[in-house]
């Protein structure tokens, strides 16, 4: 079937001439563009014979018809006439088609109707060439603006859906009560349920936008969802080492803490929790980076689990070190000796004599009542030091 449109009475311009000329071949311009969809961009290729025919097709040729019509009739083209790109850019997504191939069939398609009008246009004709290739370019580029839209509208949506459905699963599978609320979180999913997991969670830059490349390369099985700033992993126990590894690359930067394997329910929520005090801890500490488990940072845990102490502990062994240490030295002996153990060994770390660590370390018993040199109050300088001298961990 082709498209024979009668010019209106009246001086007839070369525009309209040539607009004439491409509707006459109209089926033949939209057979065109559907071969160069199938040979430039290969998610069109994959795609069924018959949903070419009836939902790619369709809108290229009303793609056409919406802009030559207009010219038959001395109008301006108007884009909103293709009430069909927006629904198409949805289209596309529920097809899994991605947002650049699908912008790309617009570029074939701009370069396949401009062929056809120079093969239109005549050598008396030629002055056409400039107005209809303006209007034309103008007219594709917002065809794919308002399909993109709608892509990028629908996608949101999607994504906004799938969070709120992984955040139930998620949630769902952490208060289950028992046996019979674990089998009714399976159904009610449709997803087959681990016998155990072993929880992780990711905080850093970008590692919440990141959450589609982590549940894709995770193992098989995995619950993944929104977690505060972060994402909560659920891994099918056995889960290794490299497991872990390959959640850190995905995630560059991200702080990973994780824990033990734990059935679903609320054996599972209490170790997710002991993962999030973990990564509170990590915080604290100013970690930003690195992987840790239940056995890593255990002072670090201590600490967080009591602030209020931490934060009298700090202000009495900080607070008096800082008001008498000008320049640091004894802050700086301090420190080497709790690593050491040694007055020698400190000595020689420090460039000074033995005499002058036995003193300072004597100054700081006399500043914060606590002696460096008696373990059971050594212990207390070491978790008042901590909060400030923690240092980045990362395997």
């Known amino acids: 079937m082709t498209n024979v449109v009668p010019l209106p009475p009246g001086e007839v311009r070369p525009v309209q001439v040539v607009a004439q000329r491409v509707l006459d071949d109209l089926d033949g311009v939209v057979a065109r563009m559907g071969e160069a969809y199938r040979q430039g961009v290969p998610e069109y290729a994959a795609l069924a014979p018959e949903v070419m025919a009836t939902e790619v097709l369709p809108v290229s040729r009303r793609l056409v018809e919406a802009f030559f ?16 790109l927006t629904d198409m850019g949805r289209r596309r997504l529920e097809m899994g088609v991605p947002l650049e191939p699908m912008l790309h069939v617009y ?8 062929d056809a009008v120079v093969a239109a246009t005549g050598p008396e004709e030629q002055g056409a060439l400039a107005e209809l290739g303006a209007k034309w370019m103008d007219f594709v580029d917002r065809a794919a603006s308002v399909a993109a839209a709608a892509y990028l509208a629908a996608s949101h949506d999607h994504l906004r859906r799938l969070d709120a459905r992984r955040r139930e699963l998620l949630e769902a599978v952490l208060a289950a ?50 977690r505060g700033a972060g994402v909560l992993l659920l891994l099918p126990a056995p889960a290794g080492r490299k497991d872990l590894e390959m959640l850190a690359r995905r995630a560059p930067g991200a702080l990973v803490t994780f824990g033990r394997p734990a059935p679903p329910g609320l054996e599972l929520a209490r170790e997710v929790a002991g993962v999030e005090s973990l ?55 301090l420190k080497t000796f709790l690593s050491t153990g040694s007055v020698p060994e400190t000595a020689r770390k420090e460039s ?27 212990a207390f300088l070491v978790l008042a030091l901590i909060p400030r001298e923690m240092k980045k961990v990362d395997e």
């Not at 570029?107 to 401009?114: D, E, F, K, Q, T």
């Not at 005499?355 to 008696?374: H, I, K, Q, W």
Request: proline share 6%; charged share 20%.
């Open 107 to 114: 570029r074939l398609a701009g370069r396949v109707v401009w």
């Open 177 to 226: 009560a028992d046996a019979a609320e674990i089998t009714a979180t399976a159904i009610r999913f449709a997803t087959v349920l681990a016998h155990a997991y072993v929880p992780a969670l990711l905080v850093g830059e970008g590692a919440a936008g990141r959450i589609d490349v982590l549940a894709e390369d995770a193992p098989r099985g995995t619950i993944a969802g929104p």
């Open 352 to 378: 000074v004599h033995a005499n002058t660590v036995s003193y300072r370390l004597r100054r700081v018993a006399e500043l914060t009542g606590f002696d460096p040199r008696v373990p059971a109050q050594a």
């Open 279 to 333: 990564m509170s801890a990590a915080h604290a500490a100013g970690i930003s980076a690195g992987r840790f488990g239940p056995e890593d940072l255990l002072l670090e845990q201590l600490l967080c689990g009591a602030p209020g102490a931490s934060t009298a502990l700090r202000a009495r062994v900080v607070g008096a070190l800082e008001g008498r240490d000008h320049g640091g030295l004894i802050t700086s002996t």
């Open 69 to 84: 019509w207009p010219i038959l009739a001395s109008k301006e083209p108007e884009i909103a006439a293709v009430a069909e």
